[in-house]
């Protein structure tokens, strides 16, 4: 009986000799964008913590008959501890609002919000806070209370209010929450990462747009973006990188469309209407167009214009339809309103009358004449027409239109007409990219009847039997 106890203690000793000591290391990194606020910033971060305890050896029963084996000294026990979790931890879901490196205009009033998620075991209440942390702080305030409860696995959106800087640059603020105990915490495994505001403060003189890039496969290919200004056909060209899936560009005050080809002009997309016909958009002094998205690339052949030093355009095989011509259009039918009624009339070399007294009521002269554009107006290839229409009553007033007329099979086809102003003078008018696009003189506010003195571009599209002013 003796000899069995001094072998029981014998392999206790051994056994405890031969066992690992357990050490786990723990790294008090930051989140790698600071280095000497790291440690400050790590300091803070005494959340409660909740890990697994690791495992403990099983008493050796003494007084057993049978003896225990010894451990080889090969033999190695593993623990592995499980993932540390924290009553306070962020994931970072998306930006709702500012994409990371956008242009925005000096002074321009933003409002930042992310969409975040309560990755940790406590719900943060109304007492916690949006707390700026360091960087840019752009006019914002230093701390914001949350909207209300959100409990573990719920989301929020969290907004802040700011001021692009009134100086040209590249500006980033950082941002954490805060507990009711006045601990920081963010996201990352160890809950220290900060969220984040990136913007570029541009000319307040200009206007910027931004929108994604989009393509019908599983990647982006590399193109280029053209941002054409309608008013001067300026062309912006914009790079985009493989999988490069936004884009941002400054520019001028004015009109454009937005289109792309990608490399070798294999492939065109476009910011469209859902017909696939080209989209204007206006980017204003001091301000940014949003989602001006290149995401239509389903268009048939000439929906995408090729940009001036691109490829000539393949002639198609509606290029035998006769052509419209301006002696075809002075002799074709229009809609127009004929004593309060809309009537089809045709005018004759440019003409039509009904009635021979202009103090007679019901007195109308309709006239067909230049200023005259021809282009395709409804995405078939084939050359359509915009032309002026005036309308007189017998009075010293005469209401001037703008007409869209359609070649059909070669025949003028009035599709619709838009009224400029009376007494308007048209100064030319031209057919772009599907727009027809109207430079005028119109009254002012102050200007008489006669005399019209204020310049205008109006930009128009047709849709079924309307003009669209852009």
């Known amino acids: 009986m003796k000899r069995y106890s001094i072998l029981a203690g014998i392999a206790i000793l051994l056994m405890t000799a031969c066992s690992p000591s357990i050490q786990v290391d723990y790294d008090p990194g930051s989140y790698g964008i600071y280095t000497e606020s790291a440690m ?22 003494v007084g057993e008959t ?3 084996p010894i451990p080889s000294a090969t033999t190695t026990l593993v623990w592995t501890p499980s993932q540390t979790t924290y009553c306070d931890q962020v994931a970072f879901i998306k930006d709702v609002t500012i994409p990371d490196a956008t242009v925005w205009i000096q002074g ?3 409002t930042k919000t992310w969409r975040l998620k309560n990755n940790g075991t406590c719900t943060w209440t109304s007492g916690y806070s949006l707390v700026f942390k360091q960087g840019a702080q752009m006019g914002a305030p230093s701390t914001a209370n949350l909207p209300g409860n959100v409990r573990p696995g719920e989301t929020v959106d969290i ?4 001021i692009v800087p009134n100086t040209p640059g590249h500006y980033v603020g950082y941002w954490m929450l805060k507990s009711t105990s006045g601990v920081l915490f963010g996201y990352g495994d160890r809950a220290d990462k900060p969220f984040y ?3 570029y403060s541009g000319d307040r003189n200009l206007g910027s747009i931004t929108g994604k890039v989009c393509y019908p496969s599983e990647r982006i290919p590399p193109m280029t973006i053209y941002i054409q200004n309608m008013n001067n056909n ?7 990188a493989q999988d490069q899936a936004s884009y941002q560009a400054t ?3 004015g009109t454009y469309i937005a289109y792309a080809w990608t490399n070798g002009f294999q492939s065109g997309g476009a910011y469209t209407f859902a017909e696939h016909t080209l989209k204007a958009f206006e980017v204003k002094r001091g301000s940014t167009a949003e989602h001006i998205d290149i995401c239509d690339w389903y268009g048939g052949p000439g929906s995408v214009p090729y940009p001036p030093n691109g490829p000539v355009a393949t002639p198609t095989p509606y290029m035998d339809i006769p052509a419209l011509t301006l002696g075809g259009l002075k002799n074709a039918e229009y809609r127009v309103a004929v004593n309060g009624v809309i009537q ?3 005018v004759t070399n440019g003409l039509f009358q009904l009635g021979t007294d202009p103090a007679t009521p019901g007195f109308l002269t309709v006239t067909v004449n230049e200023p005259v554009a021809f282009g395709d107006l409804n995405g078939d290839s084939v050359d359509d027409a915009a032309i002026m229409v005036s309308e007189g009553y017998g009075g010293t007033g005469v209401n001037v239109y703008v007409a869209a007329v359609a070649n059909s099979a070669g025949i003028p086809l009035h599709k619709a007409s838009v009224w400029i102003d009376d007494r308007a003078i048209i100064q030319s008018i031209r057919i772009d990219s599907g727009y027809i696009i109207v430079n005028a003189i119109v009254h002012g506010d102050n200007d008489p009847g006669c005399c019209p003195s204020k310049q205008v571009t109006r930009i128009f599209r047709l849709v079924d039997q309307s003009l669209v002013e852009q």
């Open 197 to 199: 505001i990136d913007l």
């Open 234 to 240: 300026q062309i912006v060209e914009v790079s985009i």
């Open 108 to 110: 321009t009033s933003l």
């Open 40 to 61: 400050t910033v790590q300091a803070q971060m005494t959340q409660s913590v909740q890990t697994v305890n690791p495992p403990t050896q099983t008493p050796i029963p």
């Open 159 to 162: 907004s802040v209010n700011l």
């Open 344 to 346: 089809t009339i045709r």
């Open 66 to 68: 049978t003896q225990t």
């Open 251 to 253: 520019l001028e005050p």
